[in-house]
């Protein structure tokens, strides 16, 4: 009789090896060879030397020892950081949590208890004590592989917690050094802005010698003041822009604005070659796509787990105890009692709630799949804008410098033009508003590139790598692996 009742219960925990929900497999992502704005363009070139890969400390590439030291603090200072960095610490515990459903819950719950009971008539009065110590276990076999299925789905959450703090990491770390290089650009502009002004005041001397000689009106004076105030107003409103960005790169720093003063500097040169690799790295190099392709696997785990729900449920239960009315005896053989034995539960109907949440199950399957292919495609079109900005830009620059030097040109002989009385102090006026304008430019532009380059480096995923993200092991242990970096790239042409 107890070999039959055993047979099926024997059955039902060897098939706890019987995998149920879908088996995961990486979706396909969209595809392209090449990015089309390499293509016919001399500004790139195919490269495969590892060592030109984009490493860890992306920033470093631009060489400027003072966004290195600011750089470096984001990781370390940053409270955004903090925060992803906690939540992946919350992750991890409930993969940890997920992973304790495996083994059994034990617990004791020893008691001491003194009944009295008063005398009346016929019965005696008089306490009785009782003492006990029992100790209980409870385990819930992994049948249907549910409890695996629910530690899968933690640790594809807790990865997607670690890419998204990668990905907020890179994005703040890209936000410092964009603001950075405005910062500096800035510098350059109220540098320039000096210059000029102390350009005009010499013409303001000029004219106001030229009026006291009786050669020039008393309009040109006035219109060289004009000029003069208008650029020192110009040169003021700089300041507030500079202050604010220096605030802003303050607090992505992790530090009060008051506590940090950049010197004023200016950007060094030209944006830097960039290697950038084939399309189908960024697969593998951005961290919100990894993060993406990780909530497609914990989704699909979810779909199991939802499918579990139409098998039945086994509990085995065990207790033992010593319990005694007498302390004295409480510790013999005669005390204990025990008791063992499996239960087994199945829902009947539950008029199609199980079949809802298995469909709800994959329709997010679906959107994140959906949003996976998305984030891919969105990608490629960042990379892509980047590599036309940079090009476009470098280009616009180059006709630039022409003009400001034709415009410089056109002011020394606007110049000597109104010193030999032949041309009004207007078209003075009207050539250095032309030359300021032109020189600003330039500089703007020089902002542009070194944003646009920022924004590259970020848009191919820093120095960032998919093998960086914790696997299960690493997960428990709370290590990190090292990005690794192997891939072929394109190589930027120097000249």
């Not at 590439?61 to 030291?69: A, H, K, M, S, W």
């Not at 008691?111 to 819930?140: D, H, K, M």
Request: glycine fraction near 6%; aromatic fraction near 8%; charged fraction near 15%.
């Amino acid at each position: 009789m107890k070999r039959r009742l055993y047979l099926p219960l024997t059955s039902i925990i060897l098939c706890s090896a019987c995998a149920v929900g879908p088996k995961y497999q990486r979706p396909v992502a969209p595809a392209t060879p090449s990015f089309k704005e390499m293509a016919g363009s001399d500004e790139w070139k195919t490269a495969t030397p590892s060592d030109g890969q984009l490493k860890g400390k992306w920033w470093e590439i631009f060489n400027d020892p003072q966004l290195n030291e600011l750089e470096e603090r984001v990781s370390t200072g940053n409270f955004t950081v903090k925060q992803m960095e906690a939540q992946f610490r919350a992750s991890r515990a409930l993969v940890l949590g997920a992973r304790a459903n495996y083994y059994p819950t034990i617990g004791a719950s020893p008691s001491v208890g003194v009944t009295g009971v008063g005398g009346n008539g016929s019965r005696l009065g008089g306490t009785t004590g009782s003492f006990s110590i029992p100790f209980s276990a409870t385990w819930v076999p992994d049948l249907w592989g549910r409890v695996r299925l629910a530690v899968e789905a933690a640790n594809a959450n807790a990865q997607v917690s670690a890419a998204d703090l990668e990905n907020a990491r890179l994005a703040l770390q890209a936000t410092l050094a964009s603001d950075y290089f405005n910062l500096i650009g800035t510098d350059m502009e109220i540098a320039l802005l000096q210059d000029t002004i102390k350009a005009y005041e010499t013409y303001l001397t000029l004219t106001q010698n030229r009026y006291a000689g009786g050669v020039a009106a008393k309009s040109d004076v006035t219109l060289a003041q004009t000029q003069l105030f208008t650029t020192q107003a110009n040169m003021t409103d700089l300041q507030v822009t500079r202050n604010q960005l220096e605030h802003a790169i303050a607090v992505t720093t992790g530090r009060a604005p008051a506590e940090l003063s950049i010197p004023a500097g200016r950007i060094a040169g030209s944006p830097p070659p960039i290697p950038v690799a084939v399309p189908s790295t960024l697969l593998e190099r951005r961290p919100d796509i990894s993060a993406q392709e990780r909530l497609i696997a914990a989704a699909n785990a979810n779909i199991g787990i939802a499918e579990t729900a139409y098998y039945p449920t086994l509990s085995i239960s065990a207790s033992a105890a010593l319990t005694n009315s007498s302390f004295a005896n409480l510790f013999t053989w005669a005390s204990r009692v025990w008791s063992v034995g499996p239960t087994l539960s199945q829902t009947l109907f539950d008029f199609g709630r199980r079949h809802a949440t298995v469909e709800n199950a994959e329709a997010i399957y679906d959107a994140s799949v959906a949003a996976y292919r998305e984030t891919v495609l969105s990608a490629f079109q960042q990379v892509e804008d980047n590599l036309s900005a940079l090009r476009v830009l470098a280009q616009e620059s180059e006709q630039q410098a022409a003009a400001v030097e034709a415009a410089n040109t056109s002011l020394t002989l606007e110049t000597d033009r109104y010193k030999a009385g032949t041309d009004s102090y207007l078209n003075v006026i009207t050539t250095q508003t032309i030359a300021l304008s032109d020189q600003r430019e330039q500089v703007t532009l020089l902002q542009r590139r070194m944003v646009a380059a920022v924004n590259l480096i970020v848009a191919l995923g820093g120095g960032w790598d998919a093998s960086a993200l914790p696997n299960p092991d690493q997960i428990r242990s709370n290590g990190l692996a090292e990005p690794a970096s192997t891939q072929k790239v394109a190589q930027p042409v120097t000249h």
